[in-house]
Protein backbone atom coordinates (compact mmCIF):
# COMPACT_ATOMS: atom_id res chain seq x y z
CA UNK A 1 0.00 0.00 0.00
CA UNK A 2 1.11 3.54 -0.29
CA UNK A 3 3.14 4.94 2.58
CA UNK A 4 2.66 8.74 2.31
CA UNK A 5 -0.81 10.50 3.25
CA UNK A 6 -2.50 13.43 4.27
CA UNK A 7 -3.85 14.89 7.15
CA UNK A 8 -6.49 17.03 5.32
CA UNK A 9 -8.30 16.42 2.01
CA UNK A 10 -9.29 20.29 1.99
CA UNK A 11 -8.03 23.63 3.15
CA UNK A 12 -9.76 26.64 2.61
CA UNK A 13 -7.66 30.33 3.66
CA UNK A 14 -8.47 33.88 3.22
CA UNK A 15 -6.52 35.59 0.48
CA UNK A 16 -3.20 36.78 1.82
CA UNK A 17 -2.86 34.70 5.15
CA UNK A 18 -0.05 31.67 5.02
CA UNK A 19 -1.42 28.18 4.11
CA UNK A 20 0.04 24.60 5.76
CA UNK A 21 -0.24 21.93 4.11
CA UNK A 22 0.70 18.49 6.25
CA UNK A 23 2.10 14.70 5.05
CA UNK A 24 2.91 11.64 6.91
CA UNK A 25 5.24 9.16 5.44
CA UNK A 26 5.77 5.48 7.08
CA UNK A 27 8.69 4.22 4.99
CA UNK A 28 12.14 5.96 7.16
CA UNK A 29 14.06 4.70 4.21
CA UNK A 30 12.92 7.50 2.06
CA UNK A 31 15.33 10.11 1.56
CA UNK A 32 14.19 12.75 -1.16
CA UNK A 33 10.53 14.37 -0.46
CA UNK A 34 8.79 16.72 -3.16
CA UNK A 35 5.58 18.91 -3.24
CA UNK A 36 4.23 18.84 -6.48
CA UNK A 37 0.78 21.61 -7.26
CA UNK A 38 -1.73 20.03 -9.49
CA UNK A 39 -4.34 22.33 -10.94
CA UNK A 40 -7.28 21.23 -12.79
CA UNK A 41 -6.88 19.43 -16.00
CA UNK A 42 -2.73 19.59 -15.69
CA UNK A 43 0.43 17.80 -14.80
CA UNK A 44 1.69 18.29 -11.64
CA UNK A 45 4.10 20.85 -11.58
CA UNK A 46 7.17 21.15 -9.16
CA UNK A 47 7.39 23.15 -6.38
CA UNK A 48 9.99 22.11 -3.67
CA UNK A 49 11.84 19.41 -2.90
CA UNK A 50 14.00 18.57 0.47
CA UNK A 51 16.57 15.24 1.13
CA UNK A 52 16.93 13.60 4.18
CA UNK A 53 20.08 15.53 5.76
CA UNK A 54 17.87 19.12 5.74
CA UNK A 55 15.07 20.14 8.35
CA UNK A 56 13.75 22.71 5.98
CA UNK A 57 14.50 24.60 2.90
CA UNK A 58 13.17 27.64 1.40
CA UNK A 59 11.95 28.46 -1.67
CA UNK A 60 9.75 31.98 -3.20
CA UNK A 61 7.00 32.20 -0.84
CA UNK A 62 7.48 28.30 -0.11
CA UNK A 63 9.28 26.69 2.71
CA UNK A 64 9.29 23.10 3.47
CA UNK A 65 9.94 21.28 6.74
CA UNK A 66 10.84 17.70 7.16
CA UNK A 67 10.29 15.86 10.81
CA UNK A 68 12.34 12.74 10.20
CA UNK A 69 11.34 11.76 14.16
CA UNK A 70 8.28 11.61 13.46
CA UNK A 71 8.01 11.09 9.81
CA UNK A 72 6.03 14.34 8.82
CA UNK A 73 6.49 17.22 6.09
CA UNK A 74 4.80 20.19 5.68
CA UNK A 75 4.84 23.18 2.93
CA UNK A 76 4.07 26.19 3.98
CA UNK A 77 2.94 29.08 1.69
CA UNK A 78 3.41 32.56 2.72
CA UNK A 79 0.80 35.10 1.19
CA UNK A 80 -1.42 33.34 -0.42
CA UNK A 81 -2.92 34.24 -3.84
CA UNK A 82 -6.23 32.84 -5.91
CA UNK A 83 -3.18 31.48 -8.25
CA UNK A 84 -2.05 29.07 -5.53
CA UNK A 85 -5.62 27.18 -5.51
CA UNK A 86 -4.56 23.51 -6.56
CA UNK A 87 -4.48 20.20 -5.59
CA UNK A 88 -1.15 19.61 -3.17
CA UNK A 89 0.92 16.42 -3.55
CA UNK A 90 3.60 15.38 -1.38
CA UNK A 91 5.94 12.32 -2.52
CA UNK A 92 8.29 10.69 -1.34
CA UNK A 93 11.71 8.43 -3.09
CA UNK A 94 12.26 5.13 -1.28
CA UNK A 95 16.24 5.42 -1.29
CA UNK A 96 17.74 3.23 -3.91
CA UNK A 97 14.89 3.45 -5.75
CA UNK A 98 13.72 5.49 -8.85
CA UNK A 99 10.23 5.69 -8.02
CA UNK A 100 7.31 8.84 -6.65
CA UNK A 101 5.34 7.19 -3.87
CA UNK A 102 2.42 9.76 -3.99
CA UNK A 103 0.04 10.84 -1.45
CA UNK A 104 -3.33 11.23 -1.65
CA UNK A 105 -3.71 15.28 -1.96
CA UNK A 106 -4.82 18.45 -0.28
CA UNK A 107 -7.28 20.28 -2.17
CA UNK A 108 -5.99 24.64 -1.11
CA UNK A 109 -8.96 27.14 -1.90
CA UNK A 110 -8.84 30.49 -1.48
CA UNK A 111 -11.35 32.85 0.15
CA UNK A 112 -11.47 36.53 -1.01
CA UNK B 1 13.08 24.70 -23.32
CA UNK B 2 9.92 22.41 -24.04
CA UNK B 3 8.98 20.37 -20.93
CA UNK B 4 7.68 17.19 -21.09
CA UNK B 5 5.51 16.82 -23.92
CA UNK B 6 2.72 13.90 -24.08
CA UNK B 7 -0.17 13.07 -27.11
CA UNK B 8 -2.51 12.40 -27.07
CA UNK B 9 -4.01 14.83 -24.69
CA UNK B 10 -7.36 12.98 -24.59
CA UNK B 11 -7.77 9.47 -25.61
CA UNK B 12 -11.42 7.76 -26.50
CA UNK B 13 -11.30 4.25 -27.05
CA UNK B 14 -13.94 1.40 -27.01
CA UNK B 15 -13.74 -1.69 -25.06
CA UNK B 16 -11.30 -3.99 -26.67
CA UNK B 17 -9.54 -1.37 -28.91
CA UNK B 18 -5.66 -0.70 -28.25
CA UNK B 19 -4.69 2.64 -26.61
CA UNK B 20 -1.07 4.38 -27.64
CA UNK B 21 -0.03 7.11 -24.66
CA UNK B 22 3.51 8.99 -26.21
CA UNK B 23 6.00 10.90 -23.89
CA UNK B 24 9.18 12.75 -24.92
CA UNK B 25 10.98 13.92 -22.06
CA UNK B 26 12.47 17.14 -21.51
CA UNK B 27 16.02 17.87 -23.31
CA UNK B 28 18.76 16.02 -21.73
CA UNK B 29 16.59 13.73 -19.72
CA UNK B 30 17.22 9.86 -20.35
CA UNK B 31 14.97 8.49 -17.57
CA UNK B 32 11.34 8.60 -17.97
CA UNK B 33 8.68 7.83 -15.46
CA UNK B 34 4.52 6.64 -16.14
CA UNK B 35 2.13 6.98 -13.45
CA UNK B 36 -1.47 6.68 -13.54
CA UNK B 37 -4.08 9.22 -11.60
CA UNK B 38 -7.85 8.21 -11.09
CA UNK B 39 -10.13 11.00 -10.19
CA UNK B 40 -9.08 12.51 -6.91
CA UNK B 41 -6.58 10.43 -6.21
CA UNK B 42 -2.81 10.64 -6.10
CA UNK B 43 -0.41 9.54 -8.75
CA UNK B 44 0.31 5.57 -8.71
CA UNK B 45 3.86 4.84 -10.29
CA UNK B 46 3.62 2.50 -13.16
CA UNK B 47 7.30 2.10 -15.20
CA UNK B 48 10.89 3.26 -15.20
CA UNK B 49 12.43 3.51 -18.24
CA UNK B 50 16.20 4.51 -19.50
CA UNK B 51 16.80 3.79 -23.59
CA UNK B 52 15.96 1.01 -24.51
CA UNK B 53 15.63 -0.64 -20.60
CA UNK B 54 13.08 -0.86 -18.49
CA UNK B 55 14.44 -0.64 -15.60
CA UNK B 56 11.61 -0.80 -12.81
CA UNK B 57 7.99 -2.20 -13.84
CA UNK B 58 6.85 -2.64 -11.04
CA UNK B 59 3.75 -1.08 -10.96
CA UNK B 60 2.50 -2.34 -14.60
CA UNK B 61 -0.32 -4.76 -14.29
CA UNK B 62 1.05 -7.79 -15.29
CA UNK B 63 -1.72 -8.11 -18.65
CA UNK B 64 -2.25 -5.91 -21.51
CA UNK B 65 0.14 -2.88 -20.29
CA UNK B 66 3.45 -2.79 -22.01
CA UNK B 67 6.25 0.57 -22.24
CA UNK B 68 8.91 0.95 -24.22
CA UNK B 69 11.66 3.85 -24.82
CA UNK B 70 13.03 3.16 -27.83
CA UNK B 71 16.81 4.75 -28.95
CA UNK B 72 15.21 6.82 -31.52
CA UNK B 73 12.00 8.54 -30.61
CA UNK B 74 9.40 8.92 -27.65
CA UNK B 75 8.99 6.76 -24.40
CA UNK B 76 5.05 4.56 -25.49
CA UNK B 77 2.77 3.10 -22.87
CA UNK B 78 0.85 0.55 -24.53
CA UNK B 79 -2.81 -0.74 -23.53
CA UNK B 80 -4.22 -3.38 -25.54
CA UNK B 81 -7.68 -4.34 -25.31
CA UNK B 82 -8.82 -1.74 -22.88
CA UNK B 83 -11.48 -1.81 -20.29
CA UNK B 84 -13.22 0.70 -18.60
CA UNK B 85 -11.09 0.47 -15.36
CA UNK B 86 -8.22 1.98 -17.84
CA UNK B 87 -9.83 4.88 -17.54
CA UNK B 88 -7.24 7.89 -15.99
CA UNK B 89 -4.98 9.94 -16.75
CA UNK B 90 -1.41 8.71 -17.72
CA UNK B 91 1.31 11.09 -16.44
CA UNK B 92 5.02 10.91 -18.23
CA UNK B 93 7.84 12.34 -15.89
CA UNK B 94 11.35 12.47 -17.19
CA UNK B 95 14.77 13.49 -14.89
CA UNK B 96 18.60 13.61 -15.96
CA UNK B 97 19.63 11.21 -13.84
CA UNK B 98 18.04 8.65 -11.86
CA UNK B 99 17.81 7.81 -8.69
CA UNK B 100 16.89 10.70 -6.52
CA UNK B 101 16.94 13.15 -9.04
CA UNK B 102 13.62 15.78 -9.67
CA UNK B 103 10.92 14.18 -12.02
CA UNK B 104 9.15 17.08 -14.04
CA UNK B 105 5.59 16.11 -15.04
CA UNK B 106 4.21 16.57 -18.90
CA UNK B 107 0.38 17.92 -18.90
CA UNK B 108 -0.44 14.12 -19.01
CA UNK B 109 -3.05 11.62 -21.75
CA UNK B 110 -6.33 11.73 -20.71
CA UNK B 111 -8.05 8.20 -21.67
CA UNK B 112 -11.99 6.97 -21.68
CA UNK B 113 -13.23 4.13 -22.43
CA UNK B 114 -16.98 4.28 -23.54
Redo the contacts between chains.
Sequence with gaps: G?S?GLHLPTLSVQEGDNSIINCAYSNSAS??F?W?KQESG?????II?I?SNMDKRQGQRVTVLLNKTVKHLSLQIAATQPGDSAVY?C?E?L???????????TRLTINP | NAGVMQNPRHLVRRRGQEARLRCSPMKGHSHVYWYRQLPEEGLKFMVYLQKENIIDESGMPKERFSAEFPKEGPSILRIQQVVRGDSAAYFCASSRWGGSDTQYFGPGTRLTVL
Excluded at chain 1, 95 to 105: D, H, S, T
Design positions: EVDYIYKGPQFDRFANQGAQKLVFGQG
